[in-house]
């Protein structure tokens, strides 16, 4: 079975600042691979997702991820933080075959001073 | 506003009652997943359905929690003599369909509280 680890539980940054939010997957062969935001009273929203190719993944918000095999990771990054970004990140890994449910990290939540 | 919608929004219920919570997923969209969310945690997986059919049930999903799909559009989430571990986020999100075209869409949630 897949797993996703999220080894930070809070990051803390000043707007402007760049951010990078780890994340690292079990998973015994080529993944699909997401970032979903949470803001507080809504619903997750996918960022970005990858699932074959470019191994840079260019998403919504500015955001981007980078996918290395070689580190089972897939950081979640930004050259400039807003500080409407402060929110609760999720990274989360799917089998490539099967049913395709994704399984979650524990979250990352991201405050953003100003 | 044509995203996933949950109903209700938050339930307050004592231990022992039977609660529901209904999802309404994007029209078009024919797979419905059901997650729960506890505080400090990411989703995790309930079920899921394909059009009426419920193809997986995570061992989470206890004899307790039943879900349905009736008619292959919205579904519904019970639980049964609720106790106060039921307490959570309830989240429900929907997709096209699975492999590449699966981005998942999630509705706001249904916060459950069991006193």
């Known amino acids: 079975a897949q797993s996703v680890t999220q080894p930070d539980i809070h990051i803390t940054v000043s707007e402007g600042a760049s951010l990078e939010l780890r994340c690292n997957y079990s998973y015994g062969a080529t993944p699909y691979l997401f970032w979903y935001v949470q803001s507080p009273g809504q619903g997750l929203q996918l960022l970005l997702k990858?699932?074959?190719?470019?191994?840079l993944v260019q998403g919504i918000k500015g955001f981007e991820a980078e996918f290395k095999r070689s580190q089972s990771s897939f950081n979640l990054r930004k050259p400039s933080v807003h500080w409407s970004d402060a929110a609760e990140y999720f990274c989360a890994v799917a089998a490539s075959g099967g049913s395709y449910i994704p399984t979650f990290g524990r979250g990352t939540s991201l405050i953003v001073h100003p | 506003d044509t995203g996933v919608s949950q109903d209700p929004r938050h339930k307050i219920t004592k231990r022992g009652q039977n609660v529901t919570f209904r999802c309404d997923p994007i029209?078009?969209?024919?797979?419905l997943y059901w997650y729960r969310q506890t505080l400090g945690q990411g989703p995790e997986f309930l079920t899921y359905f394909q059009n009426e059919a419920q193809l997986e049930k995570s061992r989470l999903l206890s004899d307790r929690f039943s879900a349905e799909r009736p008619k292959g559009s919205f579904s519904t989430l019970e639980i049964q003599r609720t106790e106060q571990g039921d307490s959570a986020m309830y989240l429900c999100?929907?997709?096209?369909?699975?492999?590449?075209?699966?981005?998942?869409?999630f509705g706001p949630g249904t916060r459950l509280t069991v006193l």
């Open positions: 990858y699932f074959s190719g470019d191994t």
């Open positions: 029209s078009e969209h024919n797979r």
């Open positions: 999100a929907s997709s096209l369909d699975g492999g590449s075209r699966n981005e998942q869409f």
